[in-house]
């Protein structure tokens, strides 16, 4: 059977998809490696623990089938530096890394915060590509003195599997050097940065052909690999969210909101990323709370840890919208949109006698979705027309997290049939790279299914939006006090 291939290069590990031209997942494959924290702070991965597992992956799921394309998704923001020989020349500087805090803080007064903004959609964030480079230039002179080429995660992998130097508009969005609007790179932010444009490679979009995959390698010769894309917009992707008014919720460890956008756009103050997407010739804007899921996750782990979560959702089924009065706010890490502070930091407010471990639950399944909220007020600021989310993630398979999530959105959310994400929408990408689907929209529209909808509670509205006025006001209070 013709199956399309996508391979995910995440952070703990790599996933494999074959997928038929009907949308079947004919097989997945899974291989993990380690993650390295030589300091406080610090995130690095070896580049060739990624194309080891890449290779073991594949192989299980092509086994047997003619394979018709390969697409790619990674991790985003990653650095993987290459000598003139295409040799790793460190460890891969991880988007989870957060050692260029002056860096970001060079970067913001050597271009300006606006003007950056402008032509990059973002604000110079620890995570991105250009601080890393520039820590690099500090810290470590001589391996700096060595680059000839940079990529990202998944395109090392490409690199390998093709032998094609190569990146994707999407993924080249979180470099921090890209000017998204033209889908090419900054010459104005390269040359106030003082680096080598010629480290950086072409630029190509998602389902474009990178190459095909080259003789060197033991399985599937020839076979066409599509450029890719990052994570979020592939996943986006394989939930179906290709055009305007569709929305990616990603109910994760993080939240994500993400709105395909028909022309570029940008928050002036840089509280939402604005990227290319993985479709050609489209952009998005995504929100991105840092505790969603993983909000729950810290309540059980550290208030309930012999409780199943299952439980702990049906004692918070128990009260109603508002929990009683009781706000949670889910700064656990700091935040990211829409206040862009890592001091941020959570808290219960509202204690009475009478709440129980329900009512703290239900204000966190509240909190989140509030924050939620919080990030798709900014994308409809930038004009966004939101008629419905595609909902993925852990958090997603609650269906009373869900019901309070579509009511404080006031948005109907759609559950696809299958929960593959970035490997699903790389699939997608390899099949039109392939020949298989003529485009990405024939492509989701033969592939992405929604198996059921979560309507917004209209009982539940006015109370939510008497509790979201408290949950904002809680922000600036708390910072007071907390300083």
């Known amino acids: 059977m013709t199956a399309v291939v996508g391979l995910d290069v995440g952070t703990t590990g790599v996933k494999a998809l074959a997928l038929s031209p009907d949308g079947e997942v004919l097989a997945t494959a899974s291989r993990g490696y380690p993650l390295s924290t ?3 702070g610090w995130s690095e991965q070896d580049p060739e623990d990624w194309w080891a597992a890449a290779q073991a992956a594949l192989a299980e799921v092509t086994e047997g089938r003619d394979v018709a394309g ?7 923001h990653g650095l993987v530096a290459l000598d003139s020989e295409d040799r790793v020349i460190r460890p891969a500087i991880l988007w989870n890394d957060q050692r260029t805090a002056a860096e970001c803080a060079e970067i913001e007064s050597l271009i300006g915060v606006e003007r950056l903004v402008e032509l990059t959609g973002n604000r110079a964030l620890t995570g991105f590509t250009a601080p890393k480079l520039l820590w690099l230039r500090r810290h470590e002179p001589d391996a700096y003195a060595r680059i000839a ?5 998944k395109d090392y992998v490409r690199l390998r599997l093709t032998g094609a130097w190569a990146i994707d508009a999407s993924d080249a969005s979180g470099t921090l050097l890209l000017d998204v609007g033209r889908r090419a790179w900054s010459e104005e932010v390269v040359e106030a940065l003082s680096l080598p444009a010629a480290w950086l490679p072409p630029v190509l979009e998602s389902p474009d052909p990178a190459g095909p995959v080259s003789a060197s390698c033991t399985l599937l010769q020839g076979t066409p690999v599509a450029a890719g894309a990052g994570d979020q917009p592939a996943a986006a992707v394989g939930v179906g969210a290709d055009r305007p008014g569709v929305l990616s919720v ?4 993080s939240g994500v909101v993400l709105a395909p956008l028909p022309a570029y756009e940008h928050d002036a103050a840089g509280r939402v990323h604005a990227f290319c997407h993985a ?5 998005q804007a995504m929100g991105v709370m840092l505790s969603a899921a993983g909000s729950l996750r810290w309540f059980h782990d550290r208030l ?9 959702v049906e004692e918070a089924a128990a009260w109603g919208p508002g929990a009683g009065g009781l ?20 808290a219960f407010v509202g204690l009475e006698l009478r709440h129980d471990r329900g009512a703290l639950v239900r204000a966190v399944l509240e909190g989140v979705a509030f924050g939620l909220r919080d990030c798709l007020d900014l994308l409809r600021s930038l004009g966004v027309d939101a008629q419905s989310g595609r909902v993925s993630g852990g958090g997603a398979r609650g269906d009373l997290w869900l019901r309070v999530v579509a009511s404080v959105l006031d948005v109907p959310l759609e559950r696809a049939a299958s929960e593959e994400g970035s490997a699903l929408g790389a699939a997608l990408l390899g099949g039109v790279a392939g020949g298989v689907f003529s485009d990405v929209h024939d492509a989701v529209a033969r592939c992405v299914r929604v198996r059921d909808v979560v309507e ?4 539940w509205r006015d109370a939510y939006a008497e509790q979201a006025a408290r949950y904002r006001a809680l922000y600036p209070a708390l910072r007071v006090a907390a300083r």
């Open 250 to 253: 990603v109910l994760g460890t």
């Open 149 to 153: 080429r940079v990529l990202l995660p």
């Open 279 to 283: 479709v050609p010739g489209a952009w």
């Open 304 to 312: 309930a840890p012999d409780v199943p979560v299952e439980r702990l």
């Open 38 to 40: 030589p300091r406080a």
């Open 327 to 346: 706000v949670f706010l889910p700064y656990l890490a700091g935040e990211r949109t829409p206040h862009a502070d890592p001091d941020a930091r959570g």
């Open 456 to 459: 917004p509670d209209p009982d």
């Open 70 to 76: 390969i697409g790619l998704s990674g991790q985003m």
